[in-house]
């Protein structure tokens, strides 16, 4: 029995059965009026993402699509370049877990998800381009994608040196992979202006009193603890298991180097960032349960569905709390 509950968090049927109860979770929110929609912003020269659709259905649906299709995407990473080394579904398990005990947010289509989509695209294409310094059109449309986010939300910015370090971790670094990268970052700007789609004056940058400001306890617990355990869970995967990943050949070490560079300047960024720190919340997931889920995988045992229940358990009991707050 311990066997086979342990191989069932690693199938499919365990990563469906945690995506249906994440969008439940999500609606419950919605119906039950637990909902705070994220405060509508212009953006960096273009509206936010939370400003894109209509509050209600559409924006809980689109908000739980972006979800799953985060899911989806890091499932194709990881059977394409076997990130985690095994077919395991488990990263989405403990995804939409983790999506669970936020579900005000995942009930909602704002800039979140589609920062964490945008980034596993972009993993997805630099993991597509190792060694090879001629995929320059990847270079090229991976800085598109995040300084085309950055005219709606400055935290798309924020992954842009991650992306560079990215090329060379994957090492495509040379004078035309450089050029191909400035090309990105400049081409969305060139076409917002040069169509007239934005003015100059239109554009403005982000407060650093707002970047800087003083964490307010009070408001907000449950979703303190929430960001806390999932950086504690990201940091722990990536400690217990150092000596382990260090010893996978170059190329896993730079899969997995691009997912842990990112996932630390997320917990920075949203150290720095804390009135934004919803925006980042999906990123963090997605890296903590990336970790956690190759932990396990590497720990894998009949026993393991011990550890694998508890941290769900752990989600769980944040959701019930985020209900009856």
């Known amino acids: 029995m ?10 499919r049927y365990a990563m469906l059965l945690a995506a249906v109860l994440m969008a439940l979770a999500a609606w419950l929110t919605y119906a039950n009026g637990g909902l705070a929609p994220v405060c509508g912003d212009r953006g960096v ?27 989806a995407v890091m499932m194709a990473i990881n059977r ?9 579904m488990l990263f989405g398990v403990l995804y939409a877990f983790m999506a669970i005990a936020t579900s005000e ?6 800039t979140g998800p589609l920062l964490a989509l945008t980034l596993a695209c972009c993993v997805a294409l630099m993991f597509g381009s190792y060694g090879r310094s001629d995929r320059r059109r990847e270079v090229f449309l991976v ?22 370090l990215c090329c060379a971790q994957m090492r495509l670094m040379s004078v035309r992979t450089v ?42 617990v449950q979703l303190a603890v929430t960001v ?14 150092f000596f382990r990943t260090m010893a996978y050949n170059a190329r896993a070490r730079a899969y997995n180097g691009a997912i842990v560079a990112m996932g630390f300047v997320t917990i920075l960024a949203m150290a720095l960032d804390y009135n934004n720190v919803s925006s980042y919340i999906p990123t963090l997931n997605m890296c903590a349960s990336l970790q956690a889920a190759q932990f396990f995988v590497i720990h894998r045992s009949e026993r393991s569905w011990i550890g694998i229940t508890s941290v769900i358990a752990v989600y ?10």
């Open 105 to 110: 947010l995942t009930a909602q289509f704002y």
């Open 228 to 241: 806390s355990i999932t950086a504690i869970i990201f940091v722990a995967a990536i400690v217990l298991d």
């Open 2 to 11: 311990p066997a086979r509950l342990s191989k069932f968090f690693h199938s």
């Open 316 to 325: 769980a009991a944040l959701f019930v709390w985020k209900i009856l707050i």
């Open 45 to 71: 020269a273009l509206p936010s993402a939370n400003c894109w659709l209509p509050s209600g259905p559409v924006s809980l649906w689109a908000g739980v699509g972006m979800e799953l299709a985060v899911i």
């Open 143 to 164: 800085f598109f994608m995040l300084s085309a986010g950055t005219a709606t939300r400055h935290s798309f910015a924020v992954y842009i040196p991650v992306m560079a």
């Open 179 to 220: 050029v191909a990268a400035l090309m990105g970052i400049v081409a969305p700007w060139w076409l917002l202006f040069g169509l007239g789609i934005v003015a100059p004056a239109g554009v403005h940058l982000p407060s650093p009193v707002a970047l800087l400001s003083t964490i307010n306890f009070s408001e907000g």
């Open 80 to 88: 394409t370049y076997n990130l985690l080394r095994s077919l395991s």
